[in-house]
């Protein structure tokens, strides 16, 4: 067998095996370089990733907020530097005695790390511990400025009365606020009386709690 076996390959072409020889030759000498794109700032992946939050956060020292999220992203490969909550965002602010001040909600949110800015989409939900009670699908809050601002449809409620309107802007307390293209106004107690209607703002005026040094509105940031 082992004589036989050894017979078959005598009838190997001798140019077969120099072909053969050729293409090894260049196979090994020319191999083939396998990329990817590039990645781009908007393609890049968090830094960190984190499931089933529930998080103290301090400023200047003092515990001042609760976080609680099913995933945090903290993103620092793109600008501006972001933190990222996707799959819903609770938050609470305690004051200087570690009390329960307000609460936020919302479906989506976004920290600017930099500038302080939350850019919070989907059910936005605000409670004070006033029994002020604020809700949009969309809210931004600067906390280098303490304030709150919304370009979308807002609701705010307090326990004198009930407003909303195309534009919203407040401080963070909710004890000054201001809305413009105002639907309607009315005092809670007229909500008791009977034979008495809601009491109608003029279309496109303003339901206002005076602040002082109102800024203008700020441009509204991309996402």
């Not at 009390?99 to 936020?104: D, G």
Request: charge should be positive; proline fraction near 4%.
């Amino acid at each position: 067998m082992i004589k036989a076996k050894n017979k078959l390959y005598t009838f190997v072409p001798s140019w077969c095996l120099g072909i053969m020889m050729v293409l090894s030759f260049f196979a090994c000498n020319n191999p083939k370089e396998h990329t990817a794109p590039a990645i781009h700032a908007r393609d890049s992946v968090a830094m960190m990733t984190s499931y089933g939050v529930n998080t103290l956060i301090s400023d200047s020292g003092v515990m001042r907020y609760r976080i609680v999220t099913e995933r945090w992203e903290v993103n620092e490969n793109v600008d501006p530097k972001r933190w990222i909550f996707r799959r819903g965002l609770f938050l609470e602010q305690f004051d200087e005695k570690f009390h329960v001040e307000a609460y936020i909600q919302s479906d989506t949110a976004f920290f600017l790390t930099e500038q302080n800015i939350w850019h919070l989409i989907g059910n936005v939900r605000i409670r004070t511990k006033d029994g002020v009670r604020y809700n949009s699908e969309e809210l931004y809050w600067d906390q280098n400025k303490h304030e709150l601002y919304s370009y979308r449809f807002s609701r705010l409620v307090t326990p004198e009365r009930e407003m909303q309107g195309a534009y919203f802007r407040s401080d963070e307390q909710l004890h000054r606020y201001f809305i413009s293209n105002s639907k309607g106004s009315f005092m809670k107690s007229d909500m008791f009386k009977e034979d008495t209607t809601s009491q109608k703002a003029p279309s496109d005026t303003a339901a206002v709690v005076p602040k002082r040094g109102m800024t203008k509105p700020h441009r509204k940031l991309a996402n």
